[in-house]
């Protein structure tokens, strides 16, 4: 459970009221942004951890971010199996502002070939009494960034043996095949398959292809002397091999 991981890890802020038959877990916020073809959410899951006083009208908690996603915004699948997308930040130095409480923005802004995620962090859910007369309150949010390379939400991972993965047919609608990947310490490579029989195209075998050796987020794959405008109409499937290498993202470029 979330809230029973950050309270064993003693590196993060300590709750002042924990009961745990008062524990749940609720939605506090869904903002929703486009990317793409797609909507992602940013939801913040708000975990209770025990009502306060004087008046037991509130909650101790914490609230840390997950990653939805939605192609017509009425199905909504959570990514990754619910991990958590912003988390608090460990307690450190006392610098960090977003050790207790993390509320987002709608969406991220593209900069610098990065995303660029502002956030609310506030280092208090609750105060004990001695923190209220220390008037820490005084110091207590910011706001914060957190930066994520393009496309970079989730992807394909190779690890220490060749593993591959194929798409669904696809119509090819550019001159050249782009992949965000990253295989500095790896290899990728592609192959275009027949949609109907899935035998490899002439000139576009895996052994046919460049090996990608490099971590980038526009990376155009090569096959020999074979052009790639020349399968444009074509429905085509796609297998990509990993080894040691992520996929974030591929695209037909014009």
Not at 35 to 59: C, D, F, I, R, T
Not at 116 to 127: A, D, E, N, T
Request: charged share 25%; glycine share 6%; hydrophobic share 40%.
């Amino acid at each position: 459970m979330r809230l029973q991981r950050l309270i064993d890890d003693h590196a993060y802020l300590p709750l002042v009221y924990n009961r745990p038959e008062e524990w749940r877990t609720d939605i506090y916020n869904f903002p929703v942004f486009r990317y793409e073809s797609m909507y992602l959410a940013l939801p913040v899951m708000h975990h209770w951890s025990g009502k306060h006083a004087p008046m037991y009208e509130n909650v101790d908690s914490r609230k840390s971010v997950e990653l939805a996603s939605s192609r017509d915004l009425r199905s909504w699948h959570r990514v990754a199996n619910r991990a958590p997308f912003l988390e608090h930040s460990p307690l450190g130095d006392g610098s960090a502002y977003d050790t207790g409480q993390i509320v987002t923005t709608n969406g991220p802004i593209m900069h610098n070939n990065a995303l660029w995620f502002y956030y609310v962090g506030l280092k208090y859910r609750c105060m004990s009494i001695e923190d209220t007369l220390k008037r820490k309150y005084l110091d207590a949010s910011a706001v914060c960034m957190a930066r994520l390379r393009m496309d970079g939400f989730v992807s394909l991972k190779g690890g220490i043996e060749w593993g591959s993965v194929l798409t669904k047919p696809l119509t090819v609608i550019g001159d050249s095949l782009r992949l965000n990947v990253d295989a500095w310490r790896g290899k990728a490579q592609v192959e275009v398959l027949d949609a109907d029989t899935l035998h490899p195209i002439a000139g576009f075998t895996r052994d046919d292809c460049r090996r990608i050796m490099a971590d980038s987020i526009d990376e155009a794959v090569g096959w020999g002397s074979a052009t790639f405008a020349a399968l444009r109409g074509k429905t085509v499937r796609l297998r990509f091999h990993l080894w040691q290498a992520e996929l974030y993202a591929f695209w037909f470029a014009v």
